[in-house]
């Protein structure tokens, strides 16, 4: 089991520490409900005039916070001597197309 964190490259991301998604497909989904329910219109509106691909990142389930954290390498975590304890290079994010996305059309 993972965790996830989710984010639309213009809209609002999310870093989900539950260890109950099984895949990609299991987070996508719960990301989608919390921009619903966190009554989001920035990120609402990001993902319906914005084409672009969501990045969802699986984390195993045994991280926990900033360990969890780490792993997005949006953040560091030290050992006592000042070494990097995670050497995350470039997390392996998967896009996903964006299903809200409504192309406007012409007037």
Known sequence: MYHAHVQHPMGSGYMMQTGKFRNVEDALAAYLELVDRDNNPFGRLALERNPQPI?????PG???GPDAMAAT???SIWNEDGSDAYEVEQ??????????????AAT
């Open 91 to 104: 997390p392996d994010y998967v896009s996903v197309p964006n299903p809200r996305y409504q192309e406007l």
């Open 62 to 64: 045994h991280l926990r």
């Open 73 to 75: 390498g949006f953040c």
């Open 55 to 59: 990045r969802v990142l699986l984390i």
